[in-house]
Structures are given as structure tokens and as C-alpha cells.
């Protein structure tokens, strides 16, 4: 059974810098495509970034030169590292891995305050 737990949300001031974490189980991350999402209050979720398996990484515009993703194949983690954040930032984050079928996590809330 593939589950997917992402942490490392919380309160983070303009300009600051915060990492999210994602934990796999049942599936492994240096095999697939992990992705990272937002979806912020009344909006559609949306693309963040990508990391392939052999490690090639592709980002949003919105966030390209201040978000990194990033991966730990021994503990079967992704990271998403953000900085310089921005108050359009905040929004549930959820990382999601491709096999078979879409798995999801439950997500991890960023909330940047001005």
C-alpha cells in the first residue's frame, strides 16, 4: 500500500525560508516521478515542481530561483526546500507520486505572513 506523509508546514514570515518534508511507504522514490503541488484557498491545485529518477528537476515559474526539490533515496524522502517566500505562497502543499495511478499525501499547510 503506497502512502505518502508530507511535513514540515507552519508560519513563515515574508522573506523566509521553510522545508517541506515527504515520506513514502510501499513505493520508492528513486524509481518514479515525485511532484510537489499548492493549492491555495478557492484555487485549483497547482503544478510546483518535479524531480525525475534520475534526479532532473523542473520548476514552476512562479517559483523558479527560490524553491528547490530535492530527495534522500536512502530514507525514501523528498524535500521541498522554499525561500525568499512570497505571501501568494501560502496554501496546502502535497507532494504526489506517479505508478500505475496517482498517489497523493494529506498535505502540509504554508501560511507566510506579511
Known amino acids: 500500500q503506497v502512502q505518502l506523509v508530507e511535513s514540515g508546514g507552519g508560519l513563515v514570515q515574508v522573506g523566509g525560508s521553510l522545508t517541506l518534508s515527504c515520506a513514502a511507504s510501499?513505493?520508492?522514490?528513486?524509481?518514479?516521478?515525485a511532484d510537489w503541488y499548492r493549492q491555495a484557498p478557492g484555487k485549483q491545485r497547482e503544478f510546483v515542481a518535479t524531480?525525475?529518477?534520475?534526479?532532473?528537476?523542473d520548476y514552476a515559474h512562479s517559483v523558479d530561483g527560490r524553491f528547490t526539490i530535492s530527495r534522500d533515496n536512502e530514507k525514501n524522502l523528498v524535500f521541498l526546500q522554499m525561500s525568499n517566500v512570497k505571501p501568494e505562497d501560502t496554501a496546502t502543499y502535497y507532494c504526489?507520486?506517479?505508478?500505475?495511478?496517482?498517489?497523493w499525501g494529506q498535505g502540509t499547510q504554508v501560511i507566510v505572513s506579511s
Open positions: 524531480m525525475t529518477p534520475s534526479g532532473l528537476t
Open positions: 504526489s507520486i506517479t505508478w500505475q495511478q496517482t498517489y
Open positions: 510501499g513505493i520508492s522514490f528513486s524509481n518514479h516521478v
